[in-house]
């Protein structure tokens, strides 16, 4: 059964670093395109990094553009999300996604950017 599994979220001040990870189980990840997603209390879920199969073509929401880093390592099975200079807004549930009409979901990784 496929599966994916998040890990790295925690609290961190504003303007500190985390680095998310998403590791599958089940599956290659190696011939998907995958995304990164969260949902900030009270607000729904919005797709925040894209990565395409082989990484080397990436997308950002404008918000996280220039501070979030989006890879994949598809020899570990596993997609990051490197986050720097985090901001309150930031704060939120991190999941990362197997697009497609057989999507996969992460449980999710808590974020919290508080002084």
């Known amino acids: 059964q496929a599966q994916l599994v998040e890990s790295g979220g925690g609290l961190v001040q504003p303007g500190g670093s985390l680095r998310l990870s998403c590791a599958a189980f089940?599956?290659?990840?190696?011939?998907?395109?995958m995304h990164w997603l969260r949902q900030a209390p009270g607000k729904g879920r919005e797709l925040i990094a894209s990565?395409?199969?082989?990484?080397?073509?990436?997308n950002y929401i404008e918000s996280v553009k220039g501070r979030f880093t989006i890879s994949r390592d598809n020899v570990k099975n596993t997609i990051y999300l490197q986050m720097n200079n985090l901001k309150s807004e930031d704060t939120a549930i991190y999941y990362c996604?197997?697009?497609?009409?057989?999507?996969?979901w992460g449980q999710g990784t808590q974020v919290t950017v508080s002084s």
């Open positions: 996604r197997r697009p497609g009409s057989d999507e996969v």
């Open positions: 990565i395409n199969s082989s990484g080397r073509s990436t």
């Open positions: 089940g599956f290659t990840l190696s011939g998907y395109a």
